[in-house]
């Protein structure tokens, strides 16, 4: 058996009141004992750490897949189509193996900054092995996008693979509601809960998307068009928000959680508290794509489970959650919502696993071992991680390993 009891001025268990002179004995891979640092066996190595212990964070929404060759992408300044444009170029020139290197190099990053669970959307395929072999924890996600009804298919025969492929928890990504048919998006709910598999669709992240769903017209009829999609929603649309035709679709649930919810009015937060689906929120993303603000403010008073995630290299600078979340923080209070830091910590935690739908974001005796600790000091421990913990990581540790230290 090996023992090691990790120590810091200030632990965070996410299940009670931040414990001062805290410390967490691991035996192997699980947590056996939370609790002041006084109270912990001697005779077991002891890492004793500054600033603030932390569950190891969740990161609710990424394609850990885009890479550092995508990287600039996130300052090429380029609208939401074109950016998705240019995306679809850059995937031609790889291989299965450059599809790994990428999804590694993105891996790396989230460990280096206390990320130790994903959301890891999949779309090409070869790079699904990746996050599980790393040992971080979550579900991969394979995302289905630019399938009509005639490109069916064949879009499952690659799904079925995919599925078959990785060894951590797999759900599946009905891309959005503009890139799929009618017909499509529901034959992926179905599929999904027929498994037993989670879903996570991008929902309301774009004005353009918007019109599609209300209208059928602008910028993604433009797409559709040229490239011959025979989609439902085209010239006509459904009338009605995104959000709600997601939710007439079976889109939403208490096993889904979406990613983005940016133009949302409060009718469509309703819904989404009504079917208990989670949103994984993507500040710094949004801003880079010129997708618009989530109405963050509104989510929290109202009582929407919350959950934060990077999306990718290709349209962030960098995949450290802690940045992600002091993006949010600063929107949340310019929309008027003071102090919203230990509720954002939640995010990272408590609700990226309730949007998982996994038992994650704690320190508690009997979870597997993965916490983080950030060099930050400050009388309000959430607010220091906010203000303070980007760039920050002292240590990572996965299933009782020491994956990162700084």
Known sequence: MTATVHAAPVVLTMTGPPLVEGAVLVENDLVVQVGPRSGMPTSV?????????????VNAHAHLEYGPAFAHLSSAGLPFAQWIQQLAGIRQGLSDVDWQVQARGSAHQLLKSGTTAVADVVTRGPAIVVAGSLGLQGISYVELAAVDDAR????LAKLETLLMTTGRPVGVSPHTLYTLSTAVFRELTSLARARGMRLHPHL??????????LSGTGAFQEIAER??????????GAGVSAVRHCADLGGLGPDVHVAHGVHVDASDRA???EHRTAV???????AVLGAGEAPVADYLREGNVIAIGTDSLASAPDLDLLAEARATR?????????RPEEQLVEALTLGGAKALGLDLGTLK??????LAVFDVTGDDPYKALIDQGAGRCLATVVGGRLVHRR
């Open 45 to 57: 190595r002891v890492r004793q750490w500054r600033g603030v212990l932390t569950p190891g964070l």
């Open 152 to 155: 069916w298919p064949a879009a």
């Open 204 to 213: 309301a992240e774009t004005a353009d998307e918007a019109e599609w769903v």
């Open 227 to 236: 490239f011959g999609f025979q989609f439902e929603l085209a010239g006509s």
């Open 271 to 273: 819904i989404l508290r």
């Open 280 to 286: 994984a929120l993507c500040t710094r993303s949004n």
């Open 330 to 338: 600063d929107l949340a209070v310019r929309q008027g919502l003071p």
């Open 365 to 370: 005796p009997g979870c597997r071992a993965d």
